[in-house]
């Protein structure tokens, strides 16, 4: 099992900024790909912003420009940097983890608790 914890949220006004980061831990033998999710009040869970163990990035045509996904393979870790922020961006942030528990498991996804982003004057 895989766990994953965020932290970073909170409340911004708009045009303003927040880092959300998210350590993984737990039986990890190789995380591919970790990505952000958000899901605001009544809306399905979209994905923000997903980058490979490679590096390689991808983003919500809503978010490119403004926010940038990173990641510390030696710590397990993955980032989200988010500038000038908008009301719109208000949601529950989830990360989210493709893992390998062990050697010849077949890999899962995993998702953390989930860190609140109000974005309000």
């Known amino acids: 099992q895989v766990q994953l914890v965020e932290s970073g949220g909170g409340l911004v006004q708009p045009g303003g900024s927040l880092r959300l980061s998210c350590a993984a831990s737990?039986?990890?033998?190789?995380?591919?790909?970790m990505g952000w999710y958000r899901q605001a009040p009544g809306k399905q869970r979209d994905v923000v912003a997903t980058?490979?163990?490679?590096?390689?990035?991808n983003y919500a045509d809503s978010v490119k420009g403004r926010f940038t996904i990173s990641r510390v393979n030696a710590n397990n870790t993955v980032y989200l940097q988010m500038n000038s922020l908008k009301p719109e961006d208000t949601a529950v942030y989830y990360c989210?983890?493709?893992?390998?528990?062990?050697?010849?498991?077949?890999?899962?996804?995993?998702w953390g608790q989930g860190t609140q982003v109000t974005v309000s004057s």
């Open positions: 980058i490979t163990n490679g590096g390689s990035t």
């Open positions: 989210n983890a493709y893992s390998r528990s062990y050697y010849g498991a077949s890999p899962n996804y995993y």
């Open positions: 737990g039986s990890i033998f190789a995380i591919y790909t």
